[in-house]
């Protein structure tokens, strides 16, 4: 622990965060170098986005949160939720939402762009903390009382997500939902009923959803159709294969050069692979675990509930939203377009993720248990 003016900050959490952010930035110098001058003719024009509109805003809001004590996030949940899913609504609305690929998830206004679902992640969290610790073990067992309420809320927000869609950010937010639900005290029966309700629901999403349907199918046939639909994974895995062991160096990738989609996205891990190679990329993947064993020791010595929940919350949504980024890129997950937390290009993405490293910083400041 630091102290800084009587608040003690986990000093091995903020640096975990500062070197996740500083590997990030490094791998995306490198990943997005050829994007950059094709497009806009000059190399580092992603990193100097993600710079100013990521790392800018997020040491701002993470220095906010690790500061404002955050019991006091309990009273604004509500409004700060409400907020959230405003700003989910309006990028339906001609003029405001913009569209990029096949997914309308932002707001677009001037040049400048946020995406709200990553606003969501956090807000959700923060309300469903503030929700589950005024409700007694009795009451989370009650229908009425625990799961209506859990669903009710977390319903608008799928429903929201669906309509964009986005399918990857969703799945994030159930799952983790279901997690901090579940360490709340909510019964198996509630959870198993959760699951099978949500497997229905999304083989009714990829049944009626063509490119949804072409990602399992790629998933569990990515031979099929190389240049097709399984184009994307399969440059993925000749990237990281290409990399070997010790990988090609820091900036040789090939697979930059336009081959790989989403190089400077959810896809810079298999930049990463290749360049770095099998043993520099597992001492990243030890280092990702360390920051995550972490965050949930954090939330163990929590003083209370709230941030308890909160914390586990977070810790639990960096952990899925990792796995299934590099677990799509090395073939055991289906390809979802979910970015690789503090490291994949994203302002809104790395802003956020670094507002709630600083929550977490904040509950790892008070007086923990022992």
């Known amino acids: 622990m630091v102290n800084r003016g009587g608040f003690h900050l986990d000093r091995t959490f903020l640096a975990l965060v500062f070197g996740l952010t500083i590997i990030g930035l490094i791998m995306l110098a490198s990943a997005s170098w050829p994007l950059g001058f094709d497009r806009f003719e000059d190399g580092y024009y992603f990193l100097k986005h993600q710079m100013i509109f990521g790392l800018l805003p997020g040491v701002i809001g993470c220095l906010v949160a690790m500061r404002v004590p955050y019991e006091k996030l309990r009273h604004f949940a509500p409004h700060m939720l409400g907020l959230s899913i405003l700003l989910l609504i309006l990028v339906f609305i001609p003029g405001i939402g913009a569209e990029f690929g096949t997914s309308r998830s932002w707001i677009g206004i001037g040049g400048f762009s946020f995406q709200p679902s990553e606003l969501v992640k956090l807000t959700f969290l923060i309300y469903l903390a503030a929700w589950l610790e005024k409700r007694s073990r009795s009451e989370l067992k009650s229908v009425s009382e625990g799961l209506a309420p859990f669903l009710t809320v977390l319903g608008v927000i799928a429903l929201l997500l669906i309509l964009q869609p986005d399918t990857g950010t969703l799945g994030i937010i159930v799952l983790t939902a279901f997690a901090v639900y579940f360490v709340a005290g909510a019964p198996l029966y509630h959870l198993a009923g959760l699951g099978l309700i949500g497997a229905g629901a999304m ?72 360049e770095m190679g099998f043993v520099l990329v597992s001492v990243f993947v030890l280092f990702c675990l360390a920051f995550l064993f972490r965050g949930f020791r954090v939330a163990e010595k929590s003083p209370d509930a709230f941030g308890r929940y909160l914390v586990i919350g977070i810790m639990t949504w960096f952990g899925i939203q990792a796995f299934v980024n590099i677990g799509a890129m090395v073939g055991i997950m289906p390809i979802t377009g979910v970015p690789l937390p503090f490291v994949s290009y994203g302002g809104t993405a790395l802003a956020i993720s670094l507002t709630a490293a600083g929550v977490v910083l904040n509950v790892s400041g008070e007086k923990q248990k022992t």
């Open 203 to 274: 083989a009714a999403l990829i049944k009626f959803s063509p490119y949804r349907a072409d990602r399992v199918l790629t998933f569990l046939h990515p031979e099929l159709d190389p240049l097709g639909v399984g184009y994307h994974i399969n440059q993925a895995l000749l990237a990281i294969g290409s990399g070997g062991i010790f990988g090609r160096g820091y900036g040789h990738s090939l697979q930059k050069f336009q081959y790989l989609p989403e190089v400077a996205g959810d896809s810079i891990f298999a930049v990463m692979a290749e």
